[in-house]
């Protein structure tokens, strides 16, 4: 493996492990301070509850855990090929290592709980998790990074 490649495999591990770290972080806050169930108001049009998602994002295939399971790994070891085929592509480290780690972040839940813990509920969408967010995220800069080298 070049140097180039190491170090790209090298990042885009820092930025998985900093968006598990800080998704699993937040969920522990909350899971200590509210009770399930509970709702507390934060900002205007936005709610921080304790809820579980037993489906994928925004609780589409509620309770098809298996299914989900296997999703999320053939969906992140498309990635990860990906990746390993162009890892030294500038900047493509950064939203794989992103999208990564929000989905290792929510495997850890339903590896651990059988459900992610869900906790940012707007009004009008969905509650989700910062997890969720580094994912979403994470694609959108996937698709800029892959447009941008075109």
């Not at 990042?11 to 770290?21: D, H, I, R, Y």
């Not at 709702?39 to 998602?53: M, Q």
């Not at 592509?89 to 869900?118: E, H, M, Q, S, Y």
């Amino acid at each position: 493996m070049t140097g180039a490649r190491r170090r790209a495999w090298g990042l885009a591990a820092v930025a998985a492990a900093t968006a598990v770290l800080v998704d699993q972080g937040t969920k522990q806050i909350v899971v200590h301070s509210l009770a399930r169930g509970e709702r507390h108001k934060f900002f205007l049009g936005v709610d921080i509850v304790n809820v579980r998602n037993t489906g994928i994002a925004f609780g589409a295939l509620s309770g098809a855990g298996l299914a989900v399971t296997l999703l999320t790994i053939a969906a992140v070891g498309g990635l990860l090929v990906y990746f390993a085929r162009h890892a030294t592509t500038p900047l493509l480290w950064l939203p794989v290592g992103v999208i990564a780690g929000g989905a290792a972040g929510n495997f850890a839940d339903r590896i651990r709980i059988g459900a992610v813990v869900d906790f940012i509920d707007p009004v009008l969408w969905p509650a989700f998790n910062l997890a969720d967010a580094a994912i979403v995220i994470g694609i959108l800069g996937l698709l800029y990074v892959i447009e941008r080298q075109r």
